[in-house]
């Protein structure tokens, strides 16, 4: 298969599988098996993103105001990045790179220098993404970063989404988080993973995602059925990531997103500055952060 190349979009390719990233927002928009089976949801009307990168912030700030020394800047919900066109610093043909930096433009939401760098490799197993956050700045850099990609629920045809499942590396028995107009609630509630196992249903997201905030896995499997002995078949796995983050529309949208995180919405009733916010990064002038997640996959 031929590598596709605009300035808008490139696409990498190993053994059986493609996928295509795009310059708006460093999204992947396509995973693609050559047996024709496509892994990520196709950003239809039902929600019009496929996996996009929340940067600086995870989730929502109170009436999207972000406050420091003394200013308010206008924040929305997860961040500028998936709304900004990086630059492409390579593109080869199992590997790209993306980039963006601070602008005028970002500094009037977000008074910080930074640079973030968005890496994608892919091999015949799976997609790799490492993100690196740069501090370019002099002062300490308060960040969050997360993935929020989208997969097609269910991954073919004819299977019942109630047939799938989520199946964590590790027993999730820690209470989970929800919220409450985007901003994460004071009370926890128990977990809805049975051992490692968080059965599917569209009315597990009646209460918006479901957010671990004391995940003890650094893995997932999303398969019909608790093992991936049949049918296609997804695999996240992360590093430098704290919290998971699992969403989709309880109207019946045909998508599920697993979203490795690290920080995540305002608490309710948080009324302080940007750098007091829970679940931050704080990176020191002219350090870095670097986190990553892995996308591996079967079509039988």
């Known amino acids: 298969m031929e590598i596709v190349m605009t300035d808008d979009t490139h696409s990498i390719r190993s053994g059986g599988l493609t996928a295509t990233i795009k310059a708006h927002g460093a999204e992947m928009c396509s995973l ?25 912030i995870v989730g929502r700030l109170a009436n999207d105001e972000l406050r420091h020394r003394g200013k308010t800047y206008r924040m929305t919900q997860h961040g500028f990045a998936r709304d900004s066109r990086f630059t492409w610093a390579e593109r080869g043909e199992s590997r790209c790179v993306l980039v963006l930096e601070d602008s005028e433009t970002t500094r009037a939401l977000y008074p910080f220098a930074f640079r973030l760098t968005a890496t994608y490799a892919i091999d015949d197993a799976g997609l790799d993404l490492s993100l690196t956050i740069a501090n370019t700045g002099k002062e300490t850099l308060p960040a969050s970063l997360g993935g929020h990609p989208a997969f097609n629920w269910p991954l073919e045809p004819g299977v019942s989404k109630e047939d ?15 919220l409450d107009g985007g901003l994460l609630r004071a009370a926890t509630e128990p977990s809805p993973v049975s051992g490692t196992v968080l059965p ?17 896995s650094n893995s997932v499997l999303y398969a019909a059925g608790p093992s991936a002995s049949s049918g296609p078949w997804l695999k996240m796995s992360w590093r430098g990531f704290r919290e998971l983050g699992v969403w989709s529309k309880p109207s019946g949208a045909p998508f599920l997103c697993i979203e490795p995180w690290r920080g995540y919405a305002s608490p309710a009733g948080f009324d302080g500055a940007f750098s007091d916010k829970p679940g931050l990064m704080h990176i020191a002038a002219g350090a870095e952060e670097r986190l990553s997640f892995r996308i591996e996959v079967a079509s039988s």
């Open 200 to 216: 599917l249903s569209e009315s597990l997201f009646v209460d918006d995602a479901i957010i671990f905030d004391r995940i003890d």
């Open 32 to 56: 693609k098996s050559d047996a024709g089976l496509e892994f990520v949801w196709q950003a239809a009307p039902a929600w019009p993103r496929h996996a996009p990168l929340l940067f600086p």
């Open 164 to 178: 799938y499942a989520l199946t964590f590396a590790n027993a999730e028995s820690s209470p989970v988080r929800r």
